[in-house]
């Protein structure tokens, strides 16, 4: 079975956007290959963070992946800074990127251009995650298509480490998902409903209080007309409801339709609040359970005994390879 390897940063709070757009894919994909998920920590600390505040996101993120359908029956799940052999193999990595190479990242570019200040680990940021995917021996990396150029950058490193002390490393592809349902923010349907944004009645957290979140969808902004039709030009308030609804109901934009044929918005928008309302009550109610009891621990405990073993092992064989020893 092929291995694939998802990293997720914790910055921000995960909205019902991130929900529709990304987790349900995952979801499709640990039922295809052999999964890898893990949370991104060392990835965050290359811009200032609050300790607290990341440690608080990290648990958060854990279990919200968990509770929304990740399982970890399918998918080795664990935090990248308890595998001390990452940034070891990311290290001997960096030893055989160029400098030229790192520096023409487009991340790297826009956000040391914001910040006169920036880190070295903004620079080598893609060789940490080249580290990431080439220590499984990983074959597909779903990413954004902000990503693309970061897997990119491994697959070289891999091609030149295997040319320069022989065959170590699979050669990773970028797998970009197929763009998932863009969730709009509810108050400007225009823009994205995004974490980052501060647009409290816009953005729907999955760890919104089930009733606020049921009022924003009912004081969602909408047009003056009075049918269920799909329209994202002329009617991108009703859309929205409309992906929102038919992505968590696993239906077509067409039985929607149908299925609200002359109601008026009222109607709609209450049978929108109540799927929403049931998906995230029941993420809330396993988030729950995995956040107060010790289930969680122990999922984590066994993803990163596998990851280290794994690990361990490659930074052996590229010890060996270069030359590493007494
Ligand atoms: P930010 O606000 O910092 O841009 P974000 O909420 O857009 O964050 P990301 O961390 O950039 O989230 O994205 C995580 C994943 O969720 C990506 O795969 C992205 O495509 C998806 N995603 C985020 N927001 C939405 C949305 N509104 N609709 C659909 N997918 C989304
Ligand atoms: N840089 C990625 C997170 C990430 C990642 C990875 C993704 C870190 N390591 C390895 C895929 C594979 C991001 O910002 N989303």
């Not at 055989?96 to 200040?117: P, W």
């Not at 339709?257 to 799927?275: H, P, W």
């Not at 490659?314 to 390879?321: A, G, L, S, T």
Request: net charge negative; hydrophobic share 40%.
């Amino acid at each position: 079975m092929k291995k694939i390897l998802t990293g997720l940063k914790p910055t921000g709070e995960l909205t019902l956007g991130n929900y529709i757009g990304a987790i349900v894919q995952m979801k499709k994909l640990q039922e295809e290959y052999d999964s890898y998920l893990f949370i991104a920590d060392m990835h965050a600390i290359t811009v200032n963070q609050d300790p607290k505040e990341l440690k608080r996101r990290i648990r958060d993120f854990l279990a919200l992946y968990i509770a929304c359908g990740i399982d970890p029956k399918k998918n080795i799940i664990y935090l990248q800074s308890e595998n001390e052999f990452i940034p070891a193999i990311s290290w001997m990595l960096e030893c055989t990127t160029y400098y030229g190479e790192a520096s023409r990242m487009i991340q790297f570019k826009e956000k040391s251009k914001k910040n006169a200040n920036f880190s070295v680990g903004l620079l080598t940021y893609p060789v940490l995650m080249a580290a990431d995917i080439l220590y499984a021996d990983i074959d597909l990396v779903p990413v954004g298509i902000d990503q693309k150029q970061h897997v990119e950058l491994a697959r070289d490193i891999a091609i030149r480490f295997n040319k320069m002390y022989g065959d170590t490393f699979v050669i990773p592809e970028p797998l970009i998902s197929k763009e998932g349902t863009k969730i709009k923010d509810l108050k400007d349907p225009t823009k994205k409903m995004s974490k980052s944004e501060d647009s409290p009645n816009g953005v729907i957290a999955l760890l919104d209080d089930l009733e606020a979140a049921r009022k924003k969808i009912m004081s969602a902004t909408t047009d003056s007309e009075m049918s269920i039709k799909f329209d994202e030009e002329n009617k991108p308030g009703i859309s929205n409801l409309m992906n929102i609804y038919a992505s968590l109901t696993e239906k077509s934009i067409k039985e929607v339709e149908v299925e609200f044929e002359g109601c008026n918005y009222g109607t709609f928008k209450k049978a929108v609040a109540d799927v929403v309302v049931d998906t995230l009550s029941k993420i809330q109610e396993r988030y729950h359970q995995l956040i107060e009891g010790n289930e969680l621990d122990q999922i984590i405990d066994e993803g990163i005994a596998i990851s280290r073993k794994i690990a361990k092992e490659k930074f052996e064989v590229m010890k060996e390879k270069m030359g590493l020893h007494r």
